[in-house]
């Protein structure tokens, strides 16, 4: 029996294979990314903590001699065990390593993939009708917002996706519904473009912002930069109804419609949030890259076919 095996056995360590899922299972929880496994960590304690580790297990260290420099080097067994772990997962190719997501990210972080979401949905147990919302980003997806983001702002442009549909499988249109949306709300630096509300849960990992097609999903409407825009939940429903459109400078438009809101609709207690926030010849808040604006043809269809005029 080796020194690192006889070590893992005295101190009841966890078997391998539970740390792969439990990585995979928390790759999920912080929506597909985690930093490297270096001392002082937090992902290194909350993955411990997943175990019940006593210290001795968490701070329990291998010491190997390097002969030819004559010194000798300690290794927190628990960190090489959960190196150990994560890189049989990205040689079985449902991660991969912060050396290969830093080319395409800039973090050095381990970033599942689509192979991996599907086997920490089995994992999770999560509802098959669930897979289309989730907010994981896996490789593909960062490669597909990459993608996304570097192609050039089209002059002529359709904002229907005229693709046949059933020559697109689940798994492609699930990493192009989850890209769509990460894409937009990082371009208006997670904030709603109507009402400038920015807010993320307490974990920090999901934000309130949305991404709104302007060109309906449901009516083929394009899953790129240039038929969204991202917004609040209240102003996501009230676009889609056809409260508000833009105008081709991005100005707000209100529906007439709205002075016929009767008696306290649209208020929080005492104050009248949805009227308020919808101000004519209001400019929206846009990205700071002009290239990921609205497309002009997408802002013209929704005026046209929703906007309540």
Known sequence: MSYERGMLEKLSMPAKQEVKDEIIRTLFRHNGSIKEFASGEVIVDEIAAQFSLSKEQRESVLERTYLKESRIVKTPLWHRLLYRAANEL???????????TIHLTGKKEWLITEKGIDLAIRLMKIPSAQEDKLPVQSYETQEE???M???????????????QKNKITKKITRIRSRSFRQAIIEAYNFTCSVCGLKINSPDSLSWEVEAAHIVPHRLNGKDDIWNGIALCRLHHWAFDVGWFSFSNNYRMLISPQLRNVIGDFGNIGDMAVFRNSLVSDKRILLPDNASFYPHENSIEWHRKHTFCS
């Open 145 to 147: 917002i990459s993608r």
């Open 149 to 163: 983001k570097k192609q050039p702002r089209p002059e002529q442009y359709i904002p229907f996706d005229e693709r």
């Open 90 to 100: 990205a040689n079985a190719h449902l991660v991969t390593r912060p050396s290969d």
